[in-house]
């Protein structure tokens, strides 16, 4: 009897969850722990410690051991691959076959291309840019920024994404958040600015590209390379905590040192004041010029 319910420990310590199906020599012990209470069902016929079955990882395990051929979508896919942060209502599957509904979780039938597919850990998931482009419906273009930001996936991926599901409803927008992608933004906020340049017609910029400053290569948010012109963008998303506030202000005063003249705009300034920021922007000589000319 110990030996069995050491070995249902064992199990649940290396997989999360264990599975009536997968560990038939353990059912008469799994459904004694059951039934004290050690252990909770998350799906019919797999299990797991009572205080873990409603963790957004439990729930995943669980999914792919009640159906190996379920593959997540949506903010289950990000969560597993590029966005552990995103909010994970319920696990969303595509799967073959019709499922009824179970708490926690959400069933669809739906075909993916094998290209889109990948295995992660175990895990069969919709790749990073199906996944962002499916979010693009309810987080906008953020799953997008997101997934450039964590290099999980690449502009090319994007697009191919996109030519493999070009008859999908809602692809309109995708292609608009896509284009406006065409720079890298790795956030809202940076989308946004990117977007202002643009309407302004103020070109020669790039985005989140190396700088070296003293043997250390830096990310600048947009940077006019002729002009030697750094803009800082101080997202309310990726921007905060005193850590990110120190690094940021030694990579300025790094820059400074180097002979870059650097602005910084805040997402407020960006978003409520458009046209102040692009006045600033315009104050640089060589961008006044370039726009009389």
């Known amino acids: 009897m110990r030996a069995l319910q050491n070995d249902i420990q064992r199990i649940l310590a290396t997989e ?7 560990h038939p020599e353990l059912t008469g012990a799994i459904d004694r722990q059951v039934r004290n209470g050690t252990l909770r069902p998350v799906l019919p016929g797999v299990y797991a410690a009572p205080e873990m079955c409603d ?37 969303t599957c ?5 499922r009824y509904p179970q708490r926690g979780y959400e069933f669809t039938r739906r075909r993916i291309s094998a290209e889109l597919v990948v295995t992660r850990s175990g895990l069969r998931l919709t790749s990073p840019a199906l996944t962002a482009l499916d979010l693009c419906a309810t987080v906008g273009g ?13 502009l090319a991926h994007l697009q191919g994404a996109m030519e493999l599901t070009a008859a999908r409803v809602g692809n309109p927008t ?38 070296v400053l003293r043997g250390s290569t830096v990310y600048i948010d947009v940077v006019f390379r002729r002009l030697k012109l750094v803009i800082e963008i101080d997202g309310r ?13 030694r990579r300025q005063n790094l820059l400074v040192l180097d002979g870059w003249c650097v602005l910084r705009f805040t997402w407020a300034m960006i978003e409520e004041h458009p046209e102040e920021v692009i006045a600033m922007m315009r104050e640089v000589p060589e961008i006044l010029a370039a726009a009389q000319s």
């Open 174 to 211: 995708r292609r608009r958040l896509l284009l406006e992608s065409r720079a890298e933004p790795w956030s809202k906020a940076e989308r946004l600015f990117h977007r202002l340049l643009r309407d302004a017609g103020i070109t020669g910029w790039q985005a989140n590209r190396p700088v």
């Open 142 to 154: 953020d799953a997008i920024d997101q997934a450039l930001r964590t290099r999980a996936t690449t």
């Open 94 to 98: 595509s799967v073959r076959h019709q």
């Open 55 to 91: 963790s957004v990882r439990t729930r995943i395990l669980a999914a792919m051991r009640w159906d190996p051929d379920a593959i997540l979508i949506g903010r289950a896919a990000a969560w597993a691959s590029f966005w552990p942060e995103i909010r994970v209502a319920s696990v």
């Open 237 to 249: 998303l990726y921007h905060t905590g005193a850590e990110v506030f120190e690094t940021d202000r």
């Open 16 to 22: 999360g969850v264990i599975s009536r199906r997968d």
